[in-house]
């Protein structure tokens, strides 16, 4: 159920955007606008769905309020996925990955202190990428 919604909502935010529809994996695939960062696969985890940003890094979008219906969860989890990819596309998130156990995504515009955001020294993380949606920082 949450990859129908999934495929409506992004139908509706985005009507230009090109994307694939998996049913048997239940995944939705955006194709990356740089190379670097990869494709964008949303995988329809039955109570979660789960964004991945290329090998780069992913994240998880869930609903734990317990006096929500089934059918609200949906639509909180759904509705959370499609903010999240505005700002994404909208070069509001930078994503990082250090090429060995590390990756994360962060809001240039967000209080560093609640973010994941890599050591600040570039000595303590030399390799580390970072990207928007649509460049190489």
């Known amino acids: 159920m ?3 919604l999934t495929n409506t909502k992004i139908k509706e935010n985005f009507p230009d955007l090109t994307f694939e529809i998996n049913n ?3 995944s939705i695939t955006i194709p990356a606008k740089i190379k670097e960062i990869g494709e964008l696969v949303i995988v329809d985890d039955k109570t979660e769905l789960t964004v991945y940003i290329g090998s780069l890094t992913h994240c998880h979008f869930d609903c734990y309020e ?3 219906s089934e059918s609200q ?4 989890i759904v509705e959370s996925v499609i903010e999240f990819l505005i700002d994404l596309f909208n070069n ?3 994503v990082w990955n ?9 809001y240039i515009e967000g209080n560093e ?13 030399p390799k580390v990428e970072k ?3 649509s460049e190489c920082l």
């Open 2 to 4: 949450l990859l129908k």
């Open 24 to 26: 048997k994996d239940s």
């Open 66 to 68: 317990e006096y929500y």
């Open 73 to 76: 969860k949906q639509e909180y």
């Open 92 to 94: 509001e998130i930078v």
């Open 98 to 106: 250090d090429n060995e156990s590390s990756g994360g995504f962060y």
């Open 113 to 125: 202190a609640e973010q994941d955001t890599p050591l600040e020294d570039p000595l303590d993380y």
């Open 131 to 133: 990207y928007t949606w």
